[in-house]
């Protein structure tokens, strides 16, 4: 007979709570070093694949990568880094907004990519429909000129970054950009205001795991007191850390229904650049001239 069988009452829920422990603390356990966690992570660049012989079906995350590869051949200010997303093939699971959460470690109410639904129809032909929407990376930003210290600002690359150590926290560039696309970081973490002994997980506090580095921007960002990024502006920027490493974004290589494309739009040879050339392309609010560089396919 198992220890669990032979267990009973509370005798039982310790057991099974020992158990579980122990499956966590192994799961864990890399995190829990400490002093590995010191040195950044080195990635593995992607290897660009080799094309698919003739009439073989091919992953489309395949051909990502090779124009991914190719792009980054190029000098820097060639490129012009899209994304396109087909909301034909988008089913609303919200993976790409947990992918996100996970490769940024962000806290609650920071959200870089929701998935906006929206009901329609008369019952009973009624459907649901989504839209991904992650930040633009507009060409003519709205939220860059209003920022009073320079803090946010379109890089070399056309996407538009948050210096953290920069920002003073004004939000002005929130009330600016037309699509809600940036959020304030409160210094929450997902376990306030839960007990000590729930928020211990083989020999591991999950809140001191929360604050520890995030690696959006290239250095190790930890969430300690006051510091920089809690008090901050956070928004998407096309995971720019991945792309240094030739890996495309979380939420590409994450999307179930492939419905969200990534890459060089000068590139003519690019799975983006031929999607944006199709006549069903569409781009949020163009009437304002901010020149999106998110593109939907209808």
Not at 111 to 123: D, K
Not at 218 to 233: D, K, L, T
Request: glycine share 8%; proline share 9%.
């Amino acid at each position: 007979m198992s220890e669990i069988q032979r267990a009973s009452g509370v005798d039982r829920r310790a057991a099974l709570a020992k158990i579980a422990s122990a499956v966590f603390a192994s799961l864990v356990a890399p995190v829990a070093l400490g002093e590995a966690e010191a040195a950044a992570p080195v990635a593995e660049p992607l290897t660009a694949p080799a094309p698919p012989e003739p009439g073989v079906p091919e992953d489309v995350l395949l051909r990502m990568e090779r124009d991914l590869a190719r792009a980054l051949a190029r000098p820097v200010e060639r490129r012009r880094w899209v994304m396109v997303i087909d909301l034909r093939k988008c089913v609303g699971c919200h993976a790409c907004t947990i992918a996100c959460v996970a490769e940024n470690k962000l806290p609650p109410g920071v959200v870089y990519r929701p998935v906006l639904e929206e009901e329609i129809g008369v019952y009973p032909n009624v459907t649901r429909r989504f839209l991904p929407r992650p930040c633009m990376q507009c060409e003519h930003p709205p939220c860059t000129p209003v920022c009073p210290v320079n803090a946010t600002y379109r890089d070399v690359d056309g996407v538009i970054v948050v210096d953290y150590d920069q920002c003073i926290g004004c939000r002005y560039c929130i009330t600016a950009c037309p699509y809600a696309a940036r959020t304030f970081d409160f210094g929450r973490l997902y376990t306030d205001g839960a007990p000590d002994a729930a928020s211990v997980f083989g020999g591991v506090k999950a809140a001191e795991y929360q604050r520890r580095g995030s690696y959006e921007y290239g250095e190790a960002i930890e969430r300690r007191g006051e510091e920089s990024p809690i008090g901050n502006v956070r928004k998407c920027h096309f995971c720019r850390h991945r792309l240094a490493e030739g890996m495309l974004p979380g939420c590409v290589t994450t999307c179930i229904g492939r419905a969200t494309l990534f890459g060089d739009a000068n590139d003519p040879d690019s799975l983006v650049a031929e999607m944006i050339a199709r006549p069903n392309v569409m781009r949020l609010k163009e009437e304002l001239g901010t020149e999106p560089r998110v593109f939907y396919l209808m």
